[in-house]
């Protein structure tokens, strides 16, 4: 179905209804503490670290609140020293005795050491903490500035403070209600640094599977009840160039823990907890969720509450006692559901536990209702932000492979089916021909010899069949294995030849344990690494032709428990010491009818042709608004920190481009001195560590501008669309934030905003953004009064904003998920066939809002072609659904698979959130 509007989830202020103000308690650090806590928090540090420290952190208190004192609004992850900016919020007057003992608790926790007691407690006399107490003011709830380029920038403390409002007006009204059943919601605490509020409903649903396993019947019996809540998430947020702040009201499904905690390491699992009583003594009774976590600590080797120790922040205000035992509750978290010892609770679910019964997400009909329920408690304050309506811009790009023909189901003679199939196969055989031309092209007269690393002969054969299906090779073969698969095509030559994986393929470690954090993990990637390159070398020597690719069948990272041993990072490290790109694919299994192998084989089949620099580049249908010779040219930061899986940081600025007539992707890294084809870049990234002179924030927007000038500079001559990603690039390219954005103007590194023809004339750019941490908001395509759709199309603003330069792409539904936008998870709904009918074990999906923000353009007209291009750049034909960002900017995006810092040289011995400072500066 077409529709020519959609509807975001987000709401605007009413501009009739005036000002919207409200009397809160508020509360902040004396300005005259700020030297006192930062010697307290430097004490003992060496004096590298002391000099690195600007601020104290205040994570770990408002993580207290947030357990103790859920009522209570943190606003800043770091301690402001000044009455002007108050850190704290209370609809009442909280006992100040009481935050008196949480702010003790704090300082301790900056020198929990045995040796910084003493300095501790001449610290905590300082600052005399017992005369903190609260202050009234009158909090404008939409204040806010205009920024340069027009976008509105909020007021920093409300990102926190109005979502936390709003979100308690949602929870008072009576509960949402469809189908005649009832689904109430309450206020969770949140995280200081999540930029939002949060509503949950409570008492969670249940849906119950059969229980077909033998083993999984012996623990569970024939039944297993699975629980979980909706969640609705409000947040401040901003639109570029637009004057009018944006309420977002997103919603998705938060899964329950079914019997014992899966534990993971040492990673957290948060716990939430509604208490009657409040968990320290003389403290408020909370009205919402309590959010606190526990995890497996290996100095005691057993299961904790964070800051639950002896020594820790909760045991120090006397709540430990009042909590569940963490090691009980990791038990059986499930027996806290419908309460047990005066307190309601669950366990937070996470991929990464296993299988779960219900399906994640919600459809667009029943996201619709929730949302609109959500967005009446907010009246008249705020109203629904307008409609986004269809761009009249040619929607399609232009085909490069033949659509196939519909095979009839209905009232289809046998001929007629067998007549759609014989075509289709003809459609299949005349594609993959145009495909081997393209890779043959990317692979400049080379031949394409990879190498299959295999667990089983299933898996082999699949790929095999996958490679001559893509190409259509199967009139060409010379050789059929066993260990050898060879076809000699006229424009190219393919050779697969098939080795098993082995030890290679092994858990790292030994058979007794796994490779302990830090330097063991470390030496243990060198081990594997130097194995498999040392393995491929022999190989290709034995060969006495060059592998350009090895494909491997991997066991998936659910399979490595603990990650440490996952050999994926050192099998790839591996691979490019050899000067090979790698492609992985999970074992099937054969006896399984669900079994979806040749599906993902063929997957990564193609995925290996991409990393060769083989792209059917979407053809544009915009006409000449779009010159000849268009480059484009993406820019994308490959980093990882220190405290990630490999141990080491790294920062690695990438330019990605497509040049018409070159025969392949090509990239650059500020370290090369020309473009160099796709997979040498791919290459040329593992490995890389961050360099000590890339080791602060500004050495790194300095390097990033530095790159960015550089690589526009040289292509000035030339018609050039560049395109960026808000959040992999702003933190080291503030223009890209919201409040940063010029329409005409562009600004690099912390230097002065210039016009843009001053680097080139025929230079344009474009800014994605996506949804991530709700950074654009949810959407449907309205239908009637209640129900709602999916539309793919390039939408643009109205109304308020006429001449923005702003828009937003959305992408049909994907072919893998078949589910009715009308199906349910909260309550019954009433089918076509007039049943009731409820789908909580399903996946729901809705395709994202990906906003566009073009720069560089006269007028919004003469940017709605260039947006519509840059839409259709997400058709390409070698994918099976719409991708997640114009092409251009996937490829780029890609690169971070490459990313993986270790050390230079192979051992010749065989873990975003929202940036603060963005969402202060520019509320993105």
């Excluded at 949950?200 to 699975?226: E, I």
């Excluded at 499904?253 to 968990?279: C, D, H, N």
Aim: glycine share 6%; aromatic share 8%.
């Amino acid at each position: 179905m077409v529709f020519n509007e959609i509807q975001p989830a987000a709401l605007i202020p009413d501009p009739d209804n005036g000002p919207y103000e409200l009397d809160l308690h508020t509360l902040a650090f004396p300005a005259a503490w700020r030297d006192p806590v930062l010697d307290l928090y430097k004490f003992g540090k060496s004096d590298a670290k002391q000099a690195k420290i600007k601020e104290v952190p205040i994570k770990s208190l408002n993580a207290l609140i947030r357990t103790v004192a859920p009522d209570l609004v943190t606003v800043d992850a770091n301690a402001s020293f000044d009455a002007t900016q108050p850190w704290l919020y209370s609809r009442t007057d909280y006992p100040p005795r009481i935050l008196a003992r949480l702010v003790h608790a704090w300082l301790r926790n900056l020198q929990p050491t045995p040796e910084g007691f003493q300095r501790f407690r001449e610290t905590a006399r300082m600052l005399d903490v017992d005369s903190l107490c609260w202050q009234s003011e009158t909090v404008d709830l939409l204040e806010h500035e205009l920024s340069p380029g027009g976008t509105c920038v909020p007021a920093s403390r409300l990102y926190r403070v109005l979502p936390e409002i709003l979100a308690d007006r949602i929870a008072a009204q009576p509960a949402y209600e469809f189908c005649g059943e009832h689904v109430k919601f309450h206020r969770v605490a949140v995280d200081a640094r999540a930029n939002g509020a949060e509503l949950m409903s409570w008492p969670p649903l249940k849906h119950t599977t059969k229980v077909t396993d033998k083993d999984a019947r012996n623990r569970y019996g024939s039944h297993r009840d699975w629980r979980y809540s909706a969640v609705i998430s409000v947040s401040l947020r901003t639109v570029p160039f637009s004057p009018n702040p944006r309420i977002y009201l997103s919603t998705r499904i938060r899964r329950w823990v079914a019997g014992q905690v899966s534990m993971s390491g040492t990673q957290r699992v948060s716990a939430y907890l509604l208490t009657k009583e409040p968990f320290i003594e003389d403290g408020q009774q909370p009205g919402r969720f309590a959010v606190a976590q526990f995890a497996w600590n290996p100095r005691t080797r057993q299961i904790e509450w964070v800051q639950g120790g002896p020594e820790g922040m909760l045991a120090r205000v006397g709540a430990i006692d009042n909590l569940p035992a963490a090691d009980v509750f990791a038990k059986e978290p499930d027996t806290w559901i419908d309460e047990r010892d005066g307190i309601q609770g669950a366990a937070s679910y996470h991929t990464m536990m296993g299988w779960h019964g219900v399906g994640a997400g919600l459809m667009p009909a029943e996201r619709r209702r929730l949302t609109e329920w959500a967005a009446a408690a907010l009246e008249p304050e705020l109203i629904p932000a307008p409609a986004l309506v269809r761009s009249k811009v040619k929607q399609n790009p232009a085909k490069l492979l033949t659509p196939k023909v519909p095979v009839p189901k209905q009232n289809a003679t046998d001929d007629e089916i067998e007549q759609a199939v014989a075509t289709n196969r003809l459609i299949d055989f005349d594609n993959s021909v145009r495909r081997r031309e393209y890779a043959a092209l990317a692979l400049d007269d080379r031949d394409l010899t990879a190498v299959l690393l295999y667990q089983s002969s299933h898996m082999r054969n699949q790929l095999i069949q996958a490679a001559e299906a893509s190409l259509g090779l199967a009139d060409y073969r010379e050789a059929a294995g066993p260990d050898v698969w060879s076809w000699n095509a006229p424009d190219l030559r393919v050779r697969i030849h098939a080795r098993e994986l082995g030890a290679l393929g092994a858990p790292l470690g030994t058979s007794e344990r796994a490779p302990r954090k830090g330097q063991e993990h470390i030496d243990a990637i060198g081990h594997r690494r130097s194995a498999v390159a040392a393995h491929l070398r022999t190989l290709a020597a034995e060969l006495g032709e060059a592998t350009v690719i090895t494909f491997v069948e991997l066991d998936g990272r659910d399979k490595f428990k603990p990650r440490t041993t996952d050999p994926k990072f050192a099998v790839r490290l591996g691979c490019a010491d050899a000067g090979m790109v790698s492609q992985f694919f999970t074992p099937g299994n054969p006896n399984d009818p669900d079994d979806d192998a040749e599906f993902r084989v063929a997957a990564a089949w193609a995925d290996g042709l991409r990393q060769l620099g083989m792209r059917l580049i979407p053809e544009h249908t915009v006409g000449d608004k779009i010159p000849d010779g268009l480059n484009q040219l993406a820019f994308w930061i490959v980093k990882r920190q220190a405290t990630g899986e490999t141990h080491r940081p790294q920062f690695t600025p990438v330019a990605v481009l497509i040049r018409p007539g070159q025969k392949c992707i090509l990239g650059r890294t500020p370290e090369m001195t020309e473009w160099v084809p796709y997979p040498q870049l791919l290459i040329a990234l593992t490995g890389q560590v961050r360099p000590q002179d890339l080791s602060t924030a500004d050495q790194q927007t300095k390097a990033v501008a530095a790159f960015v000038q550089n690589t526009i500079y040289a292509m000035r001559g030339t018609p050039t669309l560049v395109v960026t990603h808000a959040q992999n690039t702003r933190n080291r390219w503030p223009w890209l934030t919201n409040s940063g954005l010029i329409a005409d103007r562009i600004k690099l590194g912390n230097g002065p905003a210039q016009r843009i023809r001053l680097f080139g004339s025929n230079l344009h750019i474009a800014r994605i953004a996506t949804n991530d941490r709700d950074e654009t908001p949810q959407w449907w395509a309205p239908k009637n009064d209640e129900s709602g759709g999916i539309s793919k199309g390039l939408w643009k603003l109205t109304n308020i904003d006429k001449n923005s330069h702003v828009f937003y792409s959305t992408s049909d539904k994907s072919g893998t998920h078949t589910l009715s936008v009308e199906a349910t998870k909260l309550t019954h709904r009433i089918n076509p066939k007039g049943k009731e009918e409820i789908r909580p074990d399903k996946n729901a999906w809705n395709p994202e809002l990906l906003e566009i923000t073009m720069i560089g353009f006269s007028d919004a007209a003469e940017a709605e072609h260039w947006a519509m291009f840059l839409h259709q750049q997400r058709s390409a034909e070698d994918y099976r659904d719409a991708l997640a960002l114009p092409l251009i900017q996937h490829i780029a995006e890609l690169t971070s698979q490459y990313g993986l810092p270790h050390d230079d040289e192979p051992d010749d011995t065989p873990d975003t959130q929202p940036d603060q400072a963005e969402a202060t500066a520019a509320g993105s």
